[in-house]
């Protein structure tokens, strides 16, 4: 018989921890999914959940959106990969610019990761400059660059360089903490090697971080004066927050920008653009190499034009519907714990928020690493007996999306409620 846990013994011969990403697994075994639609994913199991992982935030148009399904089946007959120009790389590049005006030119590649390592790559070859610096707790992806004391997976399990990372590659890659520009500015008061400043706008991969009043300005301020590169990692915010991500939301222009995940609303694609003379800097034309197969593929590229349209055509109620939900959701789990008389702290803006058990404000990583975990696992094992998905860890997210209900919203409250009793007793 099909069934996750004999999936999941299946996949554990052949598939290394029997998942291809790590956060996917949890105790005792995750469930396997058959289908998924609007808000709701199906288990092989013949169980449903109300999805609130939504792909780590990517499908902001829940499952399968009708505008997206249709243009990628149309783009389908037509061939899924030439590795030649079209017409619709222009259209879905040009559309990026117009949502986001700080990105004046645009190179379209696959994953947030290949975003990121191309924004640092062209950041150290247009300053010349060696090295980069990120905040504790900030994910930007799996590769060496930034692979350091990062947020997601790599916290919830405790780890702060990879195995196999080279230290040639990590000492490069300077840390500190989020919400503290005055740490910044001492250690730019004693490197000068610096070619870039990465950062989340909004910290999704540590739970959820909200930047403190003055932090992002002073970031633009401090890297503007230095000349160093201030690159906006947009992956999980770009179009989430608002049609112009972040930087949109709170009036600020980093040189580069890099997006993903609901610029294709489940397709892999993923874009790094910003200040013409910096992107001018890539091959051909210019000395900074990047490259990929895919890069550009008709598919991802529909999906991703089909995404932003309707992303826009939507806007006057997409972005209302998204908050009103979420404080809904945000105000009734905290007067629940309230109630209860459960230490906690939410944090929350727009779409997105995240509960932490713990009577300390949660501004950065360390006073996040305070929360109680197991507690956390506590909700998420009870919420999901009452099913609701929200991403198995801590260290993540929960994300709404426009196919959740106002009665999704009113179900959710109630596993909360049961799941919170839990956590009390
Ligand atoms: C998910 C994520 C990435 C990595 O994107 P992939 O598509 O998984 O490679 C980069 N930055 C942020 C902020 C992310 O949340």
Request: proline share 4%; hydrophobic share 40%; glycine share 6%.
């Amino acid at each position: 018989m099909t069934s996750s846990k004999n999936l999941f013994s299946r996949a554990k011969k052949i598939i290394p921890s029997g998942i291809n990403s790590p956060v996917r697994y949890y105790d005792p075994y995750p469930f396997f999914v058959k289908k998924a639609k609007g808000s709701i994913l199906w288990d092989v199991d013949g169980r449903h959940y109300l999805d609130y992982c939504n792909a780590y935030g990517a499908l902001l148009l829940g499952h399968g959106r009708k505008e997206i399904i249709s243009d990628v089946k149309k783009q389908l007959t037509k061939g899924t990969l030439y590795c030649a120009p079209t017409e619709i790389e222009v259209d879905l590049s040009e559309l990026i610019s117009k949502n986001f005006l700080s990105m004046q030119k645009v190179r379209l590649v696959n994953t947030g990761s290949e975003a990121t390592m191309t924004a640092i790559r062209l950041a150290r070859g247009f300053t010349k400059k060696k090295k980069i610096i990120k905040f504790e707790g900030c994910y930007h992806g799996a590769h060496d660059y930034v692979l350091v004391k990062a947020g997601s997976g790599a916290a919830h399990i405790g780890m702060s360089v990879s195995e196999g990372s080279l230290d040639e590659v990590s000492k490069n890659t300077l840390v500190v903490q989020y919400n503290n520009s005055q740490e910044l500015q001492s250690l730019l008061e004693k490197e000068d090697d610096v070619a870039a400043v990465i950062v989340e706008p909004v910290l999704a991969n540590m739970g959820l971080v909200l930047p403190g009043k003055n932090f992002l300005n002073d970031l633009r301020k401090i890297t503007s004066e230095k000349n160093i590169v201030l690159i906006f990692d947009e992956v999980v915010t770009g179009f989430r927050m608002s049609p112009g991500g972040a930087q949109k939301y709170f009036s600020i222009q980093p040189d580069i920008t890099t997006l993903g995940k609901a610029l294709g609303n489940g397709f892999p694609i993923a874009a790094v653009g910003g200040k013409s003379e910096i992107m001018d800097m890539l091959s051909p034309e210019g000395k900074v190499y990047q490259a990929s197969t895919y890069a550009g593929n008709p598919v991802s590229v529909s999906a991703g034009i089909s995404s932003v349209k309707t992303m826009n055509k939507l806007e006057s109620k997409l972005y209302p519907k998204l908050e009103k939900n979420c404080t809904r959701l945000v105000s009734a789990i905290h007067d629940l714990a309230s109630d209860m008389k459960i230490p906690h702290q939410i944090n929350s803006i727009s779409s997105m928020f995240q509960i932490f058990f713990t009577d300390e404000q949660v501004v950065d990583y360390s006073s996040a690493k305070k929360a109680n975990m197991a507690k956390f696992k506590k909700l998420f094992e009870v919420l999901l007996e009452n099913k609701v998905f929200i991403a198995p860890s801590q260290f993540e997210t929960v994300f709404l999306s426009y196919a959740h209900s106002k009665d999704d919203v009113k179900e959710t409250i109630s596993a909360y409620e049961k799941a919170l009793r839990a956590v009390k007793s």
